[in-house]
């Protein structure tokens, strides 16, 4: 698949450090996806509403492949989809961009100076002045109501080096560990995230206080320590954060987070959700201050349970679970303008879209339909703005009526790429069971697709477990670019996975190599019978728990497949338990330890462990792993390919010393695809 990229890029250079990575052009002489094209794509991210509603304030992060590296630039556009405009051109990053000073100003995070910090700007982007010169990084930041305050992240340190321990040995490089929580997903744990208030005086940081000054814990969480885990109260009197305030075994074994409330006056701080045993994450106070809402799960150790939407009156501290009759997540949430009500995002049947929640009577009414997702929702003069995106397309940002769901493109970031792509049909399809229930299965035909034709097929295999194979478009298990590759994607919806109702996802808990895998089988299954499939040449692929799937299927599939692809996969369960560093994870997937012979669950998870069945595994498998994984450590890769060697079974293997759970680097990408794909063609074509 040849495809002729003439990458443009600004040629400008405002701060005299380095080229500019700017807009990608890509001519694409065949109308199919390519890694290249791929990594073509404009991604945004980050939308914002100036306070007036008419403006709207996003992110674009372009990709450069020969310069390893990508670089985000800010735009701003009317909430009507006029005056579209770039309003930063600079080699270093704008991130975190917010309306301030009633939309006249902008404040981002730049490193230009040398570390992050927080930047002022024009609303046309003139006029760059740098407000904060904090001694570290700051991560992100959140100015007050009245904006004479700014909330912000920065690191601090964690733990005991040997030179504290030992100060005449200072080039001493051993780590000195005496409990859990060592390592985080891609990073010995040496710093955490701490929330910090400081006043803005003449245009400065002034008065910089941590808010949770002497805590060893975290805020936000990590690893994703999103800013969205912490808000002003509209009165700027009051912050609101989520933490899970333990450490160490304690933090291992746990995800019981909670809601605090700070007050700058009396820089007293008071747990809100005392008792509430599982996540509480994502504070909003209410546009009156008299309430605040939040995501919240139930159980302690389960970091899939319900996401129920939870409102508090703050007088009389009277909770509320606005979902209890919604037997979905709430996956995120605004307040209507009048604090009445929410929008909301959440899966339902494969499909993310916009929900309008009523306060009063929790009447919950959806608004969005049609086979995309929405991934954020604001509201901005009179009518709603969101991201959505599907299988074959990437973010964009568009216009809904709020009313009867009608949606509007305003942002056409990636029109001219999208308008020279053939892009494949994405059918869904209600396959039944093994024992009768109805799954829905996504299957994604190959551009021109002829059905006298017979194509090679891929089994996806979603990671999580518990994470909804819906409509995302993936900037790397992407399935347009599977398709596009001559392969015909089946992609289900197995039993483990949210937006079916909590029984369908909470099946797979104590049971990964039981009805889930049934499911993948009955998938393939059905589809192999169509007569456009080549039922000799199919393939199953998949990364997490989608590895452990294609670990588990080789020693089970029954001669089905002939080419295995796993990245980032658990083979040997017993090692996994010992060596992932969130251990509620395992005791509440696997069922508790495998020592303890007395728990029926957890003797029948560790029964089920892929390394166990090797002795039938037949089929050549590539095995990819990134050695800063510390969720997955790249060593279960390591065994698997090892076992496969060993066996005389062909067998390749990718390993990124620089990568973690995920491949991120372009270029670390692009090796990524290549590899992929010459290894199913070698096998399936």
């Known amino acids: 698949m040849a495809a002729t990229l003439a990458v443009t890029a600004c040629n400008g250079n405002k701060n005299g ?120 990084d700051i991560d992100a930041f959140i100015y007050s109501p009245d904006g004479k305050k700014v909330l912000f992240i920065s690191q601090v340190k964690y733990g005991e080096r040997a030179s504290d321990i030992y100060p005449d040995l200072p080039e001493a490089k051993g780590r000195v560990i005496d409990d859990l929580m060592y390592k985080h997903w891609d990073e010995w744990v040496e710093t955490i995230p701490h929330p910090f208030v400081a006043d803005i005086v003449d245009g400065k940081l002034a008065n910089i206080t941590d808010i949770m000054a002497g805590e060893p814990y975290e805020c936000p969480t990590k690893p994703d320590a999103d800013i969205a885990n912490l808000c002003w109260s509209p009165d700027s009197k009051s912050v609101a954060y989520s933490s899970r305030k333990k450490k160490g075994k304690d933090y291992a074994l746990s995800t019981n987070t909670d809601i605090y409330l700070y007050h700058l006056d009396s820089k007293k701080t008071e747990n809100l959700t005392a008792g509430m045993m599982g996540y509480d994450t994502n504070p909003q106070f209410s546009p009156d201050g008299k309430s605040i809402a939040w995501i919240s799960m139930e159980r302690d150790g389960y970091e899939s349970d319900k996401k129920r939407l939870m409102v508090m009156e703050l007088a009389t501290r009277a909770k509320k679970d606005l979902t209890t009759a919604f037997d979905y997540n709430c996956d995120a949430f605004e307040w209507t303008p009048d604090g009445k009500a929410f929008w909301m995002i959440a899966c339902k049947l494969g499909v993310t879209h916009i929900f309008h929640v009523d306060g009063a009577n929790s009447v919950i009414r959806q608004v969005t339909t049609g086979q995309y997702d929405f991934e954020e929702v604001k509201q901005a003069n009179g009518e709603l703005v969101a991201l959505r995106h599907s299988m074959s397309k990437p973010n964009e940002v568009y216009a809904v009526n709020p009313v009867n769901g009608a949606t509007k493109e305003l942002s056409f970031e990636n029109k001219e790429i999208l308008d020279q792509l053939t892009l494949g049909k994405v059918e869904g399809r209600w396959i039944t069971t093994t024992d009768n229930q109805k799954m829905l299965t996504w299957v994604i035909y190959p551009p021109h697709f002829d059905p006298k034709k017979k194509y090679p097929a891929i089994l996806y295999c979603q990671g999580g477990p518990q994470s909804t194979v819906s409509q995302f478009f993936s900037y790397r298990w992407n399935m347009q670019l599977m398709a596009a590759n001559g392969y015909i994607v089946v992609a289900p919806n197995r039993r483990g996975l949210p937006g079916f109702g909590q029984k369908w996802n909470e ?88 020592w303890d012979k007395n728990n029926a669950t957890a003797q029948r998870s560790f029964a089920n462990s892929p390394h166990k069945f090797v002795d039938k595994w037949d089929t050549p498998i590539l095995v990819t792993v990134g050695e800063l994984d510390y969720r997955i450590l790249a060593s279960q890769g390591m065994a698997a390919f090892n076992a496969a060697k060993l066996r005389g079974i062909p067998a390749e293997m990718l390993v990124f010393p620089d990568e973690n759970h995920w491949i991120t680097k372009p270029q670390n990408s692009m090796l990524w695809q290549r590899v992929f794909f010459r290894w199913l063609d070698k096998w399936l074509k």
Do not use: C
């Open 17 to 136: 450090d380095g080229e500019i990575i700017g807009k990608n052009s890509p001519k694409i002489e065949n109308g199919l996806m390519t890694p290249e094209v791929l990594n073509s794509f404009g991604r945004i991210t980050d939308l914002q509403v100036s306070p007036d509603g008419k403006k709207l304030l996003y992110g674009v992060s372009y990709i450069s492949i020969p310069k390893n590296k990508s670089n985000r630039e800010l735009f701003t556009i009317n909430a009507d989809g006029s005056e579209k405009r770039q309003i930063t051109e600079s080699p270093k990053s704008e991130n975190n961009a917010r309306w301030i000073d009633g939309g006249k100003k902008i404040a981002f995070l730049s490193a230009e100076s040398g570390s992050s910090q927080i930047w002022e700007m024009n609303a046309d982007g003139s006029d760059r002045k740098q407000i904060s010169e904090y001694d570290k």
């Open 507 to 594: 099946q797979i808990s104590g049971d990964y190599g039981g009805q889930n895998m049934k499911d993948y089988l009955s998938a393939i299954d059905a589809v192999a019978n169509e007569p456009f499939v080549n039922k000799d040449k199919l393939g199953a692929v998949g990364a997490s728990y989608g590895g452990f799937s294609v670990y588990w299927l080789a020693g089970h599939h029954n001669k089905r497949f002939k080419a295995f692809i796993a990245h980032a996969g658990i083979f040997n369960l017993e090692q996994q338990y010992l060596e992932t560093e969130e251990s509620w994870f395992a005791n509440w997937d696997l069922g508790g330890p495998f």
